[in-house]
């Protein structure tokens, strides 16, 4: 447990400056009205909620990083769990001093950098030396996905990255999203891009190896995911993190990959759940499930569109569909990135706007490269193309 001081919270209204916070972490197997339980918080804040906001607790998982807020008589005043990068429950007391709950959006600074460094060991280690931060070395590496043989590197190769990351409390949050990245082989520059989630190499061609199929064919998407969208009649932020197909109940549902079965069993406002790993750090979650397919537990192994659950309407369900969650190392992204039977081609329209973008990214590295540049944010070397 860590504890500090904040004299200003930017993200929140308080009463008082100088707030107690503690920052804890989730633990496992713990739930959120065990949680209210164990803190003295009345569970009808929980009760009161809507079905889809029921559903949301759900999200909540062991390891998030969480914070509780203290008043001068050192009595919860607020406390903040994030369910997502992009939202978190907003636990605190009302004008009649009694507790209330919502969903409020997390507050985050967006570093926009440019990285680049001669290669002396490894990609990784080179990134981790400049910039301190595993994720960001892990993530581009993974971003090749196997396109670049990185063992044929030869010292003084370069690499170079453009990325976003998300700042909170002083701390790196999520996954970066890298815009584009470089590492040069024996004199040769391979690029890849992100292009509408995608990444690309120069010629637009999709360097994406791991494609999910959809759950259950044919079914028709009731909902999409959302992460943050402020609803303009009920005045709050809402989120939906998955895709909902709806289906009618006992509908078979398929394993969308290859991987082993996690989780079997109940799963708060989620109900009958399945959860499946995948590799590189992908997990799938099949939520409201009516029943489980034969030898469907946890530690088993599945394939890509091996028979493992039955549509449903447990838990907090309205009518019968499957929730259908993606996550990349723990966090939430949108399934319709990866579920497609195929690769996808960039049409002659994309491909105009794909070679527009890709021209802009290739003048921002080659201008780090002319100006020396090694680590800085994406402004300055702007700056310098303008001039």
């Known amino acids: 447990m860590k504890k500090f001081i904040l004299s200003i919270l930017a993200f929140m209204n308080l009463n008082a400056v100088n707030v107690s916070v503690e920052e804890l972490i989730w633990p496992q197997g713990d739930t959120f009205l065990t949680f209210l339980e164990r803190h003295n918080i009345p569970l009808s804040i929980y009760y009161?909620?809507?079905?889809?906001?029921?559903?949301?607790?759900?999200?909540?998982?062991?390891?998030?990083?969480?914070?509780?807020?203290?008043?001068?008589?050192?009595?919860?005043?607020?406390?903040?769990?994030?369910?997502?990068?992009?939202?978190?429950?907003?636990?605190?007391?009302?004008i009649n001093n009694h507790y209330s709950l919502d969903f409020i959006p997390i507050v985050y600074e967006i570093e926009e950098m440019i990285l680049n460094v001669q290669i002396q060991d490894s990609p990784y280690k080179e990134i981790k030396k400049a910039t301190n931060d595993e994720i960001l070395a892990n993530a581009f590496n993974k971003s090749f996905n196997g396109s670049v043989n990185f063992k044929t590197l030869q010292k003084g190769d370069r690499l170079a990255i453009i990325y976003e990351r998300k700042k909170r409390l002083g701390k790196y949050i999520g996954e970066p999203n890298i815009k584009v990245a470089m590492v040069e082989t024996r004199g040769k520059q391979n690029y890849i891009y992100k292009f509408n989630?995608?990444?690309?190499?120069?010629?637009?061609?999709?360097?994406?190896?791991?494609?999910?199929?959809?759950?259950?064919?044919?079914?028709?998407?009731?909902?999409?995911?959302?992460?943050?969208?402020?609803?303009?009649?009920?005045?709050?932020?809402?989120?939906?993190?998955?895709?909902?197909?709806?289906?009618?109940?006992g509908t078979k549902i398929y394993a969308a990959g290859d991987g082993v079965v996690s989780f079997v069993g109940n799963k708060g406002g989620y109900g009958k759940t399945v959860t499946i790993d995948h590799s590189n750090g992908y997990m799938t979650l099949y939520a409201h499930v009516n029943g489980y397919a034969k030898g469907i537990k946890k530690g088993k192994k599945v394939k890509k569109g091996q028979l493992i659950a039955y549509v449903g309407s447990t838990g907090l369900s309205t009518g019968p569909h499957l929730h259908f969650g993606l996550y990349k190392n723990g966090n939430a992204i949108n399934p319709e990135s990866v579920v497609r039977i195929a690769k996808s081609e960039l049409k002659k329209e994309q491909k105009i706007e794909f070679n527009k973008l890709k021209e802009s990214l290739d003048n921002q590295i080659q201008a780090s490269f002319k100006n020396h540049i090694n680590k800085a944010p994406l402004e300055d070397i702007a700056n310098i193309t303008e001039i």
Do not use: W
């Not at 009161?48 to 990083?65: C, H, R, V």
């Not at 807020?69 to 978190?88: A, C, F, G, K």
């Open 197 to 249: 989630d995608v990444f690309y190499n120069a010629d637009g061609k999709e360097i994406e190896n791991f494609l999910l199929t959809r759950p259950v064919p044919n079914a028709r998407i009731s909902s999409r995911f959302n992460p943050k969208r402020f609803h303009p009649v009920l005045k709050r932020y809402r989120a939906h993190l998955g895709v909902d197909y709806a289906a009618p109940r």
């Open 48 to 94: 009161n909620l809507s079905g889809e906001d029921k559903e949301l607790a759900s999200e909540l998982s062991a390891g998030t990083k969480f914070q509780i807020l203290r008043d001068i008589n050192d009595e919860i005043s607020q406390i903040l769990l994030p369910i997502s990068n992009e939202i978190q429950i907003h636990i605190f007391k009302d």
